[in-house]
């Protein structure tokens, strides 16, 4: 009886099914989506800052696709 006790007071024990609460289980709702974008892509954090580095070297420092066709130096 007291392993049990213990058990219940120590560890975690969560409510069973696990939901998943990944945008993929329903697609095609709009309201889920916007929330989704909402919570993880509209805040500033290291996975908008990422992006945003991503796409200023792409427009501003790397070479256009035309002189990047033939290798050469300079």
Known sequence: MA???KSEN???HPDLP???P???NS???P???VFWFSKDWFTLSKRVLMVILAVTL???VYPSLESAETWAFG
């Open 27 to 29: 697609p095609t709702n």
């Open 22 to 24: 990944s945008i993929f």
């Open 58 to 60: 792409w427009l501003k």
């Open 18 to 20: 696990l939901v998943d």
């Open 31 to 33: 309201k889920l989506l």
């Open 10 to 12: 120590w560890n975690y």
């Open 3 to 5: 392993n049990k006790d």
